[in-house]
């Protein structure tokens, strides 16, 4: 492994002293006071005798490095830092150690990493040091070599993910029916790709379990904030409604210490099912927080209501519901379609943007004898 960053100081530009020979070209220059040349433009040296004593990089023998072994991070100081793999602990390890002398402008570091245990990687440091500023050009490659001991302990979050502390629960459940199996395994990803998002930038931030309770999921979440904005999302993405609850947990370093449940209810359909109101039946495109945006299969016009009609409507399922149907005539405004698990043949009026022809499948959804193309 190789990799390379650049350092740079503090301060920008910290020569000012005395004729640089800049701006004034009939000066004669001074004579270095280390090698002799005429050539001396700070304190008496020249650009090259000045690298030499002033561009400095100091690296210890040894550099140790503690790392989580559950999730990687890297301990530094009383933080611990998420980082991609063991590669940016070394490399962060001799980042952090790496000294570079006070008056250097600016530097190349380029890192040679190679593992010699699981434990120990020896890391080959190659700078090229410049003085910046005025002493822009001053410059030296300066070369270190260190070994990074990785030692282990468990971090402060998989302490307490481990110990199964939380702060707040989302208590996920749908209106007036249970979730399925598949609901629920659904929904567990679901709330694992929210995490990820609400959890970017705060690690302290984690599911610390899941449980599938009464037909529907409960979520333990190791922050109240947490959980706030799982709630909120699921209430805006699904067109859920959302309660909030708090309850005192106990004390904690002498403070009574609140635990937070949201009961997040889903309306009985999700985007992309089937339902039925009076004889229609309708494929749901969109769900908001008062309304829901329908498909009507008959007609293939698309309309909104309001959220009132969850409670009014039959529910007929999502993808499973639809079958394959057959089509045996078309009789222009009319056809047949039989359904080859039953046999059974229904004649429907064409629907809108119908285009199959005789012999040809298309799917389709039966509600109350009547069969629809989805
Ligand atoms: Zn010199
Ligand atoms: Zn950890």
């Not at 503090?10 to 006071?33: D, L, Q």
């Not at 962060?92 to 190679?114: C, F, H």
């Not at 002498?254 to 985007?271: A, C, K």
């Amino acid at each position: 492994m190789s990799l390379t960053y650049t350092h740079k100081a503090g301060t920008a530009n910290i020569f000012i002293y005395g004729h640089t020979g800049k701006g004034s070209p009939m000066e004669e220059k001074i004579m270095c006071v280390r090698c002799g040349a005429r050539e001396a433009v700070f304190r008496g040296l020249c650009r090259r005798c000045y690298a030499r004593d002033h561009l400095l990089l100091s690296l210890p023998e040894y550099v140790d490095a503690v790392v989580c072994p559950h999730c990687g991070a890297m301990k530094r100081g009383e933080h611990w830092l998420d980082l991609e793999n063991m590669e940016a602990v070394v490399r962060k390890a001799v980042e952090d150690a790496v000294a570079i002398g006070g008056e250097v402008g600016y530097a190349r570091v380029s890192l040679e990493i190679q593992m010699e245990d699981e434990k120990v990687y020896r890391v080959r440091v190659t700078a090229l040091l410049d003085g910046g500023g005025d002493m822009e050009g001053a410059e030296v490659e300066r070369r270190a070599e260190t070994l990074v001991r990785i030692s282990s302990e468990t971090c402060d979050v998989c302490s307490r993910r481990h110990g199964g502390y939380y702060e707040s629960i989302v208590q996920i459940r749908r209106r007036d029916r249970r979730l399925s199996a598949e609901e629920v395994e659904a929904w567990r990803e679901r709330v694992v790709d929210m995490m990820a998002h609400i959890s970017l930038h705060n690690r302290q931030v984690f599911i610390s379990r899941m449980e599938d309770m009464h037909g529907g999921l409960d979520v333990y979440l190791s922050t109240t904030d947490a959980g706030k904005q799982m709630a909120r999302q699921i209430a805006r993405e699904y067109g859920a409604s959302v309660k909030e609850s708090g309850s005192l947990a106990g004390r904690r370093d002498g403070r009574d210490f609140y635990r937070s449940t949201f009961s997040v209810r889903l309306p009985p359909y999700e985007r992309g099912d089937f339902i039925a109101l009076g004889e229609r039946v309708y494929r749901v495109l969109r769900i908001t927080r008062d309304s829901v945006h329908l498909l009507d299969l008959s007609t293939g016009e698309e309309m909104r209501e309001k959220r009132d009609i969850d409670d009014r409507l039959d529910y007929l399922g999502g993808e499973e519901a639809v079958v394959e149907g057959v089509v045996v005539y078309d009789g222009g405004d009319e056809v047949q379609i039989m359904e080859p698990g039953s046999y059974k043949t229904l004649q429907i009026k064409k629907p809108a943007h119908f285009s199959a022809g005789e012999g040809e499948s298309v799917p389709i959804i039966f509600y109350r004898d009547r069969v629809f193309v989805v």
